[in-house]
């Protein structure tokens, strides 16, 4: 059976309007086998994750797209990352001061679940040996002033990049999935007021999908239940997989970055140190004389 976890672009002949769909199924159980929470909270970072999936085919370099928002409400932070080869990962901390009363629990809105708050986008360049100070770090702030995410990304691409941009998204605790329609700047030979009323006519047909349909029908059965009547160009789909990031080096170069004081000082208290990713649990030990190796003779011997 081929993967649910799929990413197409779209896009529309005669007008310069350009969409993408996204479905996570299997990388999403396995994200939110790391994430036990309510299921409000889990829709939320299915949300987050179907964006990220959604913004990362704008990445033009190898690199990372990661959206992340801070808030003072029952999630202190949530967070979700997709690089150019479409690997997610995503994880919601909670904040231990804020009840998650049951109207909470079942509340949808990134408003109530993260109270005052801002929303980050972010694209990162991979650092690499050849390639470092090259590219620049993008950091994009929106404060969060709508009920949804798709609400406040919008306000995002209209302070940013001022294209008109439309989002959807729908997720459960088995999918989740989104549906993007961007103007593009102009190309056709076609006036400002042609491109108005393609805009209005593709947003308002788009506008009638339902939660339902984008968790439960493919993506052809999708574009043929809305756009039937425009002719659509569908590119070659890109698979979407959970994947973390992490790993022994990184691990190490955390300790490094830590400093050889603060690094005796936990070697002192615990005989040991032990690092686990929050993301996939994977876990990472490190002895006495790992660390000795990785940050000289001085620690404990
Ligand atoms: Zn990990």
Not at 251 to 267: P, R
């Amino acid at each position: 059976m081929p993967s649910n976890d799929l990413l197409n672009r779209f896009i529309f002949d005669d007008c310069d309007i350009r969409g993408e769909l996204v479905t996570l199924d299997k990388s999403y159980h396995e994200i939110l086998e790391h994430n036990s929470h309510p299921p409000a909270i889990q829709k939320l970072l299915g949300e987050f994750l179907a964006a990220v999936g959604l913004l990362s085919s704008t990445l033009k370099f190898d690199g990372m797209i990661i959206l992340q928002a801070r808030g003072e409400g029952a999630i202190s932070t949530i967070m979700a990352e997709c690089n150019h080869h479409s690997n997610v990962r995503g994880i919601v901390r909670l904040n231990e001061e804020v009840e998650l009363t049951e109207q909470l629990a079942q509340s949808g809105s990134i408003l109530d679940l993260l109270g005052k708050g801002v929303l980050f986008i972010t694209i990162e360049p991979k650092r690499t040996e050849n390639f470092a100070g090259k590219l620049e770090r993008y950091q994009g702030i929106v404060p969060l002033e709508r009920d949804t995410l798709a609400g406040c990304l919008e306000d995002y691409f209209q302070q940013s990049e001022q294209l008109a941009t439309r989002l959807w998204f729908a997720a459960d605790t088995q999918r989740a999935s989104g549906l993007l329609i961007q103007a593009l700047p102009n190309q056709l030979k076609t006036n400002a007021e042609e491109n108005q009323n393609h805009w209005e006519t593709i947003e308002a047909l788009a506008d009638t999908i339902t939660p339902e349909e984008l968790l439960s029908l493919d993506h052809q059965l999708i574009l043929h239940r809305l756009f039937h009547e425009q002719p659509v160009r569908v590119f070659e789909p890109r698979q979407v997989t959970f994947s973390c990031s992490c790993s022994r080096e990184r691990s190490e170069s955390a300790l490094i970055a830590i400093g050889i004081d603060e690094v005796e000082t936990l070697l002192i208290e615990k005989g040991e140190i032990d690092i686990d990713c929050q993301f996939c649990n994977k876990h990472y030990h490190f002895s006495p004389a790992d660390v000795r190796k990785l940050l000289g003779g001085s620690v404990l011997h």
